[in-house]
């Protein structure tokens, strides 16, 4: 088991170092100078050459990255605060610290400032989703599961397909138009303003029933067909022959054992809901991680761009972690391998 987890902690830190070089190399080689995006549009060629030189942007890519990197691990200053370079950016924290992302040029502060906020509110979101859809995937994938090719079967397939389906922006406009124009018992939108028309947990009713309906009808079907192979076994079969409670044979034999392959879609998912929930974001205004992304590449925010870029590899890493842990306590013969 110590061996596994070493292996696991090892590709873990490798994965990172290539993930953050990779996204360094897109964002620093797309099309434009990364003085003039630093800048903005307005600067002169005079001023975007001065911050060339002074940035070194002609070194080879792998110095420049080294460069990126000792800023973001806290072993050197960022050098964008240089006063003589006159862009007057500050940062209270200093200029010399672990997770300095550098500053935004959209929004004249310090990166780690926006994403700390942003990434925040979207673990909000994620979390709210996950508490409902984690207990509805595993009720409806379950009696799917166990009454396979029954009415109730049928009529959950139905659901889980016609909500699989529909987009999440389409869903949500049938919500608003249905909760917020007809009814008028929610807000169209969710900015998460304290002190306004609408409380704070009414703001998140429809972006969180949008998330919900869309990830619970693609993890229920998981759940319902790996239920559906399990009680199929041999030794289920066995179970209920020599005359086992039908409770313990679907909770304690088949269930654990069910959950192996749907436990990484749900990690999945997670990872989508934190990061990638785009559409939804924008939708109903609401400010996360992923909608602050969509504004980066539109601007032209390097520095955003690249540190909500890397914390969605974190992320997608970290799940991928506690998946492969949560398959030692689900299967006990992974700790031996």
């Given at each position: ?6 292996r696991?902690?090892?590709?873990v830190?490798?994965?990172l170092?290539?993930?953050?070089f990779i996204?360094?190399?897109?964002v620093?080689?797309?099309p ?9 549009p ?16 002609g ?9 990126w990197?000792s800023v973001l691990l806290?072993?050197n ?11 007057n ?8 610290y672990?997770g ?8 004249k ?15 909000w979101l994620?979390?709210l ?34 909500a699989?389906?529909?987009?999440e922006?389409a ?25 306004g028309?609408?409380?704070?947990y009414?703001?998140?009713v ?13 993890v ?9 192979e399990?009680?199929?076994?041999d ?9 086992l ?7 304690v034999h ?9 436990f ?8 989508w809901?934190?990061s990638?929930?785009v559409?939804?974001?924008v939708?109903?205004a ?15 925010d390097?520095?955003?761009i690249e ?7 974190c ?5 991928q972690l506690i ?15």
């Amino acid at each position: 088991m110590p061996l596994y987890l070493l292996r696991q902690f090892s590709a873990v830190a490798f994965t990172l170092v290539a993930a953050s070089f990779i996204i360094f190399l897109l964002v620093e080689a797309s099309p434009g100078n990364v003085a003039r995006k630093t800048l903005g549009p307005f600067a002169t060629d005079a001023q975007v050459a001065i911050l060339y030189d002074r940035l070194n942007l002609g070194d080879p890519i792998l110095v420049r990255y080294g460069r990126w990197a000792s800023v973001l691990l806290g072993l050197n200053a960022d050098p964008l605060a240089d006063p003589e370079l006159g862009l007057n950016f500050e940062d209270p924290r200093g200029h010399k610290y672990f997770g300095n992302f550098g500053f935004s040029t959209m929004m004249k502060v310090p990166v780690a400032d926006v994403i700390g906020e942003r990434l925040v509110n979207s673990l909000w979101l994620a979390g709210l989703a996950v508490c409902c859809i984690i207990p509805l995937s595993l009720v409806i994938g379950t009696l799917g599961g166990l009454f396979a090719g029954r009415p109730i079967d049928r009529g959950l397939t139905v659901f889980s397909s016609v909500a699989a389906s529909v987009p999440e922006f389409a869903s949500a406009v049938i919500l608003m138009s249905i909760f917020v124009i007809w009814l008028g018992w929610l807000p169209g939108t969710s900015p998460l303003q304290r002190g306004g028309t609408w409380p704070i947990y009414l703001q998140y009713v429809l972006p969180v029933t949008v998330l919900t309906l869309y990830v619970t009808a693609y993890v229920s079907r998981f759940i319902r067909t790996s239920i559906n192979e399990v009680m199929a076994t041999d030794y289920i079969r066995t179970a209920i022959l020599k005359g086992l409670p039908w409770r313990r044979v679907v909770f304690v034999h088949a269930f654990r054992n069910a959950m192996i392959a749907p436990f990484t879609v749900i990690l999945l998912q997670i990872n989508w809901l934190i990061s990638g929930v785009v559409v939804t974001e924008v939708v109903f205004a609401y400010p996360g991680i992923g909608r602050l992304l969509l504004e980066a590449a539109l601007f032209g925010d390097i520095a955003l761009i690249e540190a909500a870029a890397l914390i969605a590899v974190c992320i997608a890493i970290s799940t991928q972690l506690i998946g492969d842990l949560g398959y030692m306590i689900l299967n006990p013969r992974i700790r031996f391998t």
